[in-house]
């Protein structure tokens, strides 16, 4: 099994610019999350999702938008992006509450 | 608001070393306690949870305990392969998400 998937794993944009993170998971898993890492930070969430067609939005969603349309897949799209969003992005999920989260690799983002 | 701290933020072990690491959670509504390692430019790993007061785990030189306010990640005889950032995390009620802390980034020194 693959677990989860993240591309890129490197991505450089300009201010302004919109993209897509991909996420994918393979373990039948309802919860996917989206986080960002920066230093000193920890890891924030950005937005989540419970199940297929249910997304909400978590500590610091603006900038960014999901949608789940599939069990699987889980994207988050930067609609215009700003320097302030160069962070890594970790997809993750879980079978639900009080369960353990799998992480993907990260995808590092730089905003120029 | 749900608050995950760590501490210290930063250890330096000799090889052989033991030591604790230390993560407080907010007390009301804890439903699980989670610690991950996290290695340079990886996704963190799962290593335990934690449910109830007096519960441990362990696995190799870690050891993870929870009292009803604190968690411990106790490293037994660390080997210079453990160095990572363990990070810990909570589950609430009424939350669906896991609220993170910000990591202790431990240095295990041959």
Sequence with gaps: NAGVTQTP??????????????????????????????????????????????????????GYNVSRST???????????????????FCASRTGRNTEAFFGQGTRLTVV | EDQV??????????EGESSSLNCSYTVSGLRGLFWY??????GP?????????????EKERLKATLTKKESFLHITAPKPEDSATY??????????NLFFGTGTRLTVIP
């Excluded at chain 1, 069990?71 to 992005?89: G, I, K, M, N």
């Design chain 2, 5 to 14: 701290t760590q501490s210290p933020e930063a250890l330096r072990l000799q």
């Design chain 2, 45 to 57: 790993e799962f290593l335990f949870t934690l449910y109830s007061a007096g519960e441990e785990k």
């Design chain 1, 71 to 89: 069990t699987e897949d889980f994207p988050l799209r930067l609609l215009s992006a700003a320097p302030s969003q160069t962070s890594v992005y």
């Design chain 2, 37 to 42: 390692r996290q290695d340079p430019g990886k």
């Design chain 1, 9 to 62: 794993k490197f991505q450089v944009l300009k201010t302004g610019q919109s993209m897509t993170l991909q996420c994918a998971q393979d373990m039948n898993h309802e919860y996917m999350s989206w986080y960002r890492q920066d230093p000193g930070m920890g890891l924030r969430l950005i937005h989540y999702s419970v199940g297929a067609g249910i997304t909400d939005q978590g500590e610091v969603p603006n």
């Design chain 2, 87 to 96: 990070l810990c995390a909570d589950d609430q009620t009424g939350a669906n």
